[in-house]
């Protein structure tokens, strides 16, 4: 089981990104996705999640309405659409995967981790 992502950048505030998790090994239709970002400093803290059963979704208070996961079965990837970009987004992005048809929201419900993708936010 192998992750990828990629799509990380340098954007102004108020921009868009998105991040792209490509999976091998395993077929993403039933595993539970996550995205986690970490800042500096910081603690790893769950930002969005799909489920691998009924594509349940879930975002934390600090993206809801400006982040949006997805899964394309075709490709085998997840993203993370991402607008409305502030400071405070700026971290290194992780997608994470475990089989499950439910959601996880922890990073300790995850077996299996990308390498990270860097999304600065910056004027």
């Known amino acids: 089981v192998q992750l990828q992502a990629s799509g990380g950048g340098l954007v102004q505030p108020g921009g868009s990104l998105r991040l792209s998790c490509a999976a091998s090994?395993?077929?993403?239709?039933?595993?539970?996705i996550g995205w986690f970002r970490q800042a500096p400093g910081k603690e790893r803290e769950g930002v969005s999640c799909i489920s691998g059963g009924d594509d349940s979704t879930y975002y934390a208070d600090s993206v809801k309405g400006r982040f949006t996961i997805s899964r394309d079965k075709a490709k085998n990837m997840v993203y993370l659409q991402m607008n409305s970009l502030k400071p405070e987004d700026t971290a290194v992005y992780y997608c994470?995967?475990?089989?499950?048809?439910?959601?996880?929201?922890?990073?300790?419900?995850?077996?299996?981790w990308g390498q990270g993708t860097l999304v600065t936010v910056s004027s």
């Open positions: 994470a995967a475990r089989p499950s048809a439910v959601l996880h929201t922890t990073r300790q419900s995850y077996n299996y």
């Open positions: 090994g395993f077929t993403v239709d039933y595993y539970a």
